[in-house]
Each structure stands twice: as C-alpha cells, then as structure tokens.
C-alpha cells in the first residue's frame, strides 16, 4: 500500500502503463470540472490599481476641444457632457496623425 501511494505521489509510473493514463485523466477531470470559485481570492482584487490616476480617459474630437490652454472652459464643458458636477480634469494630450496634423485629444477626469 504504502508502495503504490509512494508511485503515485512521485508520479513513478512508466508511460506506456496504465496507471500513467489514469493520472492522466484525473488530472484532466480536476482541471476541467474544478469550480472557478475555487481559485478565487477576494484579497488580491484590490490591492492592484493601475498606475494611472485617472478614472476616465476620453476622446474627444478636435472640433470639440478648441484650446488645450483653457482647461476651466473645457471641464465646464465636460461637466455638462457627463452630467457630473463633481468632475475633475487631470490633463489633456494630443493625438497626432502621422503628417503632425491634430485627429483629437484624450482627457483624463477624475
């Protein structure tokens, strides 16, 4: 008894045997029908944030943004858009097309 568990612990089994196949499967059978809730861990799901601070990143149209400069006026205008009072603009960047011609801007609100 003690034999056959010490086999079956250091997997001692040649590979054209029948035992080695019935590993096998059992392997097979836990993976697949293990419960995902298994592997879950509540703890780790938040400690990892990303690095970025913002909330939202935004695209937005060139036509929309008309300076980059006058941030009040365009978090006014965002405040509107998404019906947030509380909004905060982060920052805004340009997105440039390959000729340097400005296709829009990503802004990032908390």
């Known amino acids: 008894m003690l034999s056959a568990l ?8 040649a590979r054209n045997t029948w035992q080695w196949d019935a ?9 697949f029908l293990t419960p995902k809730s298994w592997f879950e861990n ?3 799901r938040g400690s990892f944030l ?3 601070r ?31 009072e509380d909004l905060k603009l982060l920052s805004v960047r340009k997105l440039t097309d390959s000729e340097g011609k400005i296709k829009g801007y990503e802004v990032d609100i908390r």
């Open 23 to 31: 590993l096998c499967v059992v392997i097979l059978i836990f993976i």
């Open 6 to 13: 010490r086999k079956l612990f250091f997997w001692n089994y």
């Open 54 to 84: 913002a909330e939202t990143i935004l695209l937005m149209s060139a036509e929309v943004v008309e300076t980059t400069e006058d941030k009040v006026r365009l978090e006014q205008q965002l405040r509107k858009l998404r019906g947030r």
């Open 42 to 44: 509540g703890e780790l």
């Open 50 to 52: 990303h690095q970025n």
